[in-house]
């Protein structure tokens, strides 16, 4: 049976959801393998449909898997009870949505909408939440706009408060739902700076979900998902930044085993091999590297 690990803070196996309607089930995780370490800054990518958006749902305690096991900060997802996942959302988990209307209330300034999330936190309260949500500001670079309201900050300036709020109550990891999605470049850039000085100073580990590239090229790790399920994954090679070239390195991408040696192979070598019958012919060969190759044909 699975136990959790105190290296690592989010630790998933085998994860199952099922969606059930009246007339049809569908399946939008089968059978996903993730381990994330704490203090990681990593990003999740996936075309529409893959099952990253389900994922980070259940991690942010919003939705419940259906099968497997999951550990977020050595809390068991599938035993918490209704009163156990309310203190799991407001204490461990902090959501950044892509939409700032969802992360703050309109007629309360900055450093108020820091503080509500404060008020809830019943088992960690904060003792000065003013001073708590001043020094956020300060973080993330918004403390001479701490008294304006969501009509007098830019989309970015928004956002950046967002990531206060979602930082307000110390959670052991944040997670940010296409936090890049709705600025322009330059914005992007420096938010993702934010990230980086949040994960320094706080140690906060921080999952991205996001469709651009760019941006998944400029953090250590990236957990490709397809069809449900952990398909690959980016690890940044720092040796050239290490020798003194410029620039954050090249990601290597790795396929991933799962846990009874299954690895999911991109559908354009697929294509390229014109197989028949989804049939591959595998073997090792002498200096020790598994080939796939089509069969060949009578």
């Known amino acids: ?63 419940k898997p259906s099968a497997g096991k999951l550990f977020v900060d050595g809390k068991d997802l599938f035993k918490l009870r209704e009163k156990d996942l309310v203190e799991y959302k407001i204490s461990t988990v902090g959501f950044i949505w892509q939409n700032n209307a969802r992360n703050l209330i309109p007629y309360l300034t900055a450093v108020e909408n820091v503080m509500m999330p404060m008020q809830f936190n019943r088992k960690n309260p904060v003792k000065n939440k003013r001073a708590r949500a001043l020094e956020l500001l300060e973080l993330t670079g918004m403390s001479k706009r701490a008294k304006h309201r969501l009509n ?63 941006i998944a090229k400029k953090v250590q790790r990236v957990v490709a998902i397809r069809d449900g399920k952990t398909s690959s994954e980016f690890i940044m090679n720092y040796a050239e930044k290490l020798a003194g070239i410029e620039g954050f390195g090249k990601q290597i991408e790795y396929a991933v085993l799962d846990r009874a040696g299954r690895v999911q192979i991109p559908r354009n070598y697929l294509d390229k091999m014109n197989l028949e019958n989804n049939r591959l012919h595998i073997h090792m060969d002498d200096d020790g590297h598994v080939v796939l190759s089509a069969p060949e044909k009578a």
Do not use: C, W
Request: no cysteine; charged share 25%.
């Open 152 to 214: 007098q900050l830019s989309g970015g300036e928004q956002q950046r408060v967002a990531i206060a709020l979602a930082l307000a109550n110390h959670p052991a990891v944040l997670l940010a739902d296409e936090p890049t999605g709705s600025v322009d470049t330059r914005t992007s850039e420096y938010i993702l700076d934010m990230f980086r000085s949040v994960n320094k100073e706080l140690g906060t580990t921080i999952v991205l979900v996001t469709h651009d590239r760019e």
């Open 1 to 63: 049976m699975m136990q959790p690990d105190d290296k690592n803070v989010i630790e998933a196996e085998s994860l199952v959801k099922i969606y059930k309607t009246k007339d049809i089930e569908v399946l939008a995780l089968q059978g996903l393998d993730l381990v994330i370490e704490r203090g990681e800054v990593m990003a999740i990518i996936g075309n529409s449909g893959s099952g990253k958006s389900t994922l980070l749902n259940m991690l942010g305690g919003l939705d």
